[in-house]
């Protein structure tokens, strides 16, 4: 979801990748629907395998609630100042409507992060 919003709204000469440590065989049917609600298509979106060349390259590094070391990025980062944990809810396996508010908190953050970038 941040992805497919912050690439929607950001300046063109931003752009966001998202992945993961353990990403999963398909985008789930809950998170296409509540974001073609506000008119983004992430039909075809395709889950992805965090590299440690993505995590190197990236300007900034967004978690979504890290737990462990077995499972998140943070870990992998040598400068740690990079980094950005937003402690935002897994919507795996909840109520559409869960999905939905935890795609809003995403809006909220992601143009939280453009303001910052921006600066």
Request: proline content about 5%; charged content about 35%.
């Amino acid at each position: 979801m941040a992805e497919a919003i912050f690439n929607h709204v950001a300046p063109k000469n931003m752009q966001a990748m998202s992945a993961g440590t353990r990403p999963a065989a398909r985008v789930s049917r809950k998170t296409v629907e509540v974001m073609r609600e506000i008119g983004l298509d992430i039909s075809t979106a395709k889950p992805k395998k965090l590299t440690p060349e993505m995590v190197e390259e990236a300007d900034k590094i967004i978690t979504m609630g890290c737990l462990n070391e077995s499972s998140c990025p943070a870990f992998l980062l040598k400068d740690k100042t990079k980094l950005d944990d937003w402690k935002i809810e897994d919507p795996k396996d909840l109520s559409l409507e869960k999905v939905r508010e935890i795609r809003e908190q995403i809006a909220d953050k992601v143009m939280d992060l453009i303001s910052e970038l921006m600066r």
